[in-house]
Nanobody, 126 residues
């Protein structure tokens, strides 16, 4: 069993930064992609950034590049999402997910993942 626990959410003003963390515990060898998603009420869950935990390959959605960065501390089985220059549109619940799939291009699809954390809330005021 793999458990994921996010932390670091909170309320910030537009232009400020936050760093989210997601710690994995349990059978961490069962998955090789760890990914951040976000969701606002009434919308589908949206892939934000991913990291291949073994090969350290990363992807960030094009519309977030330059502001969001994903990284990992493999020794701690933890991934991070550094969010800079936050905008009100970035406000959402942010979820960590872990999965194992063949096609790298599927990383941003929620159905690619078997394991999810409970999420953390990010609020951005203008």
């Amino acid at each position: 069993q793999l458990l994921l626990a996010e932390s670091g959410g909170g309320s910030v003003r537009a232009g400020e930064s936050l760093r989210l963390s997601c710690a994995a515990s349990g059978d961490t060898t069962s998955t090789n992609w760890m990914t951040w998603f976000r969701q606002v009420p009434g919308s589908e869950r949206e892939g934000v950034a991913t990291v291949h935990t073994r090969d350290d390959i990363t992807h960030v959605r094009d519309f977030l590049k330059g502001r969001f960065t994903i990284s990992q501390d493999a020794a701690k089985s933890t991934i991070y999402l550094q969010m800079n220059s936050l905008k009100p549109d970035d406000a959402a619940m942010y979820y960590c997910a872990a999965g194992s799939f063949k096609f790298e291009g599927f990383w941003y699809l929620p159905n690619s993942y078997d394991h999810w954390g409970p999420g953390v809330r990010v609020t951005v005021s203008s």
